[in-house]
């Protein structure tokens, strides 16, 4: 194809994008299988693109991932929405990811365990504002010694994370 005839053919492309989107909906409505085709296609490619440029460009995959954390903090609706979908969709996955975090963090868990099941049974009390900052609402309990599974902060989500120094505002 000649450059004059590439160059006409961009043209009709920008200035007709509706039609063209239009198009290719009623298309995809008719063609469900398809749909899914090229979203196996596109996520196999995005993860090879990804992994290539971890292996061969690292300043640049630090900037993917500094984008993508970005992106999931100002879209974090969008972002929580596409974690439940995916948690329901993959139960199995999500399991071992859940049991894998378990076995390589026992102390954490049991510690959080035990708080739970204390205040299951009213031997303790979640207090309702914040130990810090007095912030009333739903608080966390913080743990700075997993060894002392009892001994907890009381800590809102902002104090919480700058206890783990998410620094979040």
Same mark, same amino acid.
């Given at each position: 194809?000649? /450059? $004059?005839?590439?160059?006409?053919?961009?043209?009709? !492309?920008?200035?007709?994008?509706?039609?063209?989107?239009?198009?290719?909906?009623?298309?995809?409505?008719?063609?469900?299988? !398809?749909? /899914?085709?090229?979203?196996?296609?596109?996520?196999?490619?995005?993860?090879?693109?990804? @992994?290539?440029?971890?292996?061969?460009?690292? /300043?640049?995959?630090?900037?993917?991932? @500094?984008?993508?954390?970005?992106?999931? @903090? !100002?879209?974090?609706?969008?972002?929580?929405?596409?974690?439940?979908?995916?948690?329901?969709?993959?139960?199995?996955?999500?399991?071992?990811?859940?049991?894998?975090?378990?076995?390589?963090?026992?102390?954490?868990?049991?510690? !959080?365990?035990?708080?739970?099941?204390?205040?299951?049974?009213?031997?303790?009390?979640?207090?309702? /504002?914040? $130990?810090?900052?007095?912030?009333?609402?739903?608080?966390?309990?913080?743990?700075?010694?997993?060894? @002392?599974?009892?001994?907890?902060?009381?800590?809102?989500?902002?104090?919480?994370?700058?206890?783990?120094?998410?620094?979040?505002?």
């Amino acid at each position: 194809m000649s /450059e $004059s005839r590439k160059e006409d053919k961009r043209r009709w !492309q920008r200035e007709n994008k509706e039609k063209i989107y239009e198009y290719r909906r009623r298309y995809l409505e008719g063609h469900p299988e !398809q749909v /899914e085709k090229n979203r196996v296609a596109n996520r196999e490619r995005s993860l090879a693109r990804v @992994k290539r440029i971890r292996e061969t460009n690292p /300043e640049e995959y630090e900037r993917l991932l @500094k984008y993508s954390r970005d992106w999931n @903090k !100002q879209n974090k609706d969008k972002h929580n929405l596409s974690s439940i979908r995916w948690r329901k969709k993959n139960p199995v996955k999500w399991a071992a990811i859940v049991s894998a975090w378990r076995n390589k963090n026992k102390e954490k868990y049991n510690a !959080q365990r035990r708080v739970a099941r204390r205040i299951a049974s009213g031997k303790m009390i979640r207090p309702s /504002e914040c $130990s810090l900052c007095h912030l009333a609402g739903y608080v966390f309990a913080h743990h700075d010694d997993y060894n @002392k599974p009892l001994d907890v902060i009381w800590l809102c989500s902002t104090c919480h994370h700058r206890r783990h120094g998410h620094n979040k505002d």
